[in-house]
């Protein structure tokens, strides 16, 4: 590479580092990779990479050692790590200050209050007493290290509670209390943000989850107002300069039945619910948080057509070459589908893949997308649901 040409070091091996990749090679980025095994996802396509433990300065050092700038495939680096860092010269991006809204949702909560932020009603609960106080019916959340569903507990009692408090006390984190939203769907706004203060938001989506897994996402939302549409991109684009975020920001929403968005997670790093960005967008969000880290000018948002369909392939009990022997099928009915596919063991639930289905009308894309899916986990009896 010429030696002006910046190195770009990702933590996690995972497929978002994956599907950063393909717009590094295009834009001739070179990359380096700490791992968490040998074979990952992003190992199998990032020659350069470590394999080590991301909860270690001395290998997280060693990584991004000639690297000018260091990025994130989870967000689950210790801050005082990240701190550390940056004190040694390297461009932590997002930084610690801004990435433990993302790591711990007591900050986050606290922050957005502070901002004015329309939010779910919650509270931090320190013992059972607590939740009742609050109210029930309610959801719990760990603090921190929760995702897809995991460290999340619809309550309706007491009895309800003695999980959520048995897994905090293992694992040395506190529960937040939340109230039960009374929502019409779930809503995502995603946004990128550069260090020199340019930012770009994408068209607002729809999501739809499964198990606390992302399912199925529709760009863009259909039947949301412009007015409650652009209220969700003033959101998003708030809080990620409130906060001082570099790269991609999404922030998860519910769409109340009343007509309002409140804010249920945030995310800083390229996110499942801007998958539909590789294919239905000019500039996928992969390519914007490359360009963001590295402050380089960012790309257009704007979609390509005027519907993409989203959904995940997961994980279930087939056989090892099972997602290969699904393209003859899938790509022979539909030669317009683009497959996203990690290079994952399949294991039930697991995110494994994901495709897009884009063009004019709603109802085809949605039945492509779903059909497709549906045939590479061998499960076509679901497709329609």
């Not at 791992?35 to 001395?58: K, M």
């Not at 930084?95 to 509270?123: F, S």
């Not at 760009?219 to 708030?238: K, V, W």
Request: proline letters at 6%; a negative charge.
């Amino acid at each position: 590479m010429p030696e002006s040409t910046p190195t770009l070091a990702i933590i996690g091996g995972g497929q978002l580092a994956r599907m950063m990749a393909q717009p590094a090679i295009a834009l001739g980025l070179p990359l380096r990779l700490l791992a968490e095994a040998d074979g990952v996802s992003a190992a199998q396509v990032i020659p350069d990479h470590v394999v080590g433990d991301y909860r270690d300065l001395a290998t997280l050092r060693a990584v991004v050692a000639g690297c000018a700038v260091v990025t994130f495939d989870h967000e689950h680096v210790p801050t005082d790590h990240l701190r550390a860092l940056e004190a040694d010269g390297v461009a932590v991006r997002p930084g610690p200050d801004a990435l433990v809204h993302a790591q711990d949702k007591g900050v986050m909560r606290a922050r957005l209050a502070e901002l004015g932020v329309p939010c779910p009603r919650n509270a931090l609960v320190a013992d059972q007493a607590a939740v009742e106080t609050f109210g029930f019916p309610c959801v719990l959340k760990t603090t921190r290290g929760g995702y897809d569903g995991k460290g999340v507990w619809f309550v309706r009692s007491l009895e309800d509670c003695a999980e959520p408090f048995r897994v905090a006390a293992e694992t040395g984190v506190a529960l937040l209390a939340e109230e039960l939203v009374d929502f019409r769907r779930e809503l995502s706004a995603l946004v990128v943000r550069a260090p020199s203060g340019q930012a770009a938001a994408y068209p607002v989506v729809a999501s739809t989850q499964r198990d606390g897994i992302c399912h199925e996402v529709v760009a863009p939302a259909p039947d949301l107002s412009p007015q409650l549409a652009g209220e969700a991109q003033e959101i998003a684009l708030r809080i990620a300069g409130a906060l001082g975020v570099t790269g991609v920001l999404a922030v998860e929403l519910f769409e109340t039945n009343d007509g309002r968005v409140l804010v249920n997670e945030l995310a800083m790093r390229p996110h499942n619910t801007g998958h539909w960005t590789q294919d239905g967008a000019v500039t996928s969000q992969f390519e914007n948080h490359l360009r963001a880290v590295l402050d380089l000018p960012l790309g257009s948002p704007a979609p390509r057509a005027r519907w993409t369909v989203m959904v995940n392939i997961l994980g279930g009990p087939h056989d090892a070459g099972r997602l290969y022997d699904g393209f003859p099928h899938a790509l022979a009915r539909d030669p317009h589908l683009r497959v996203h596919l990690y290079g994952k063991d399949l294991r039930p639930g697991r995110k494994v893949g994901h495709v897009n289905a884009y063009g004019d009308d709603l109802e085809d894309c949605l039945e492509r997308a779903r059909h497709a899916a549906a045939w590479f986990r061998g499960d076509l009896g679901n497709e329609s649901e």
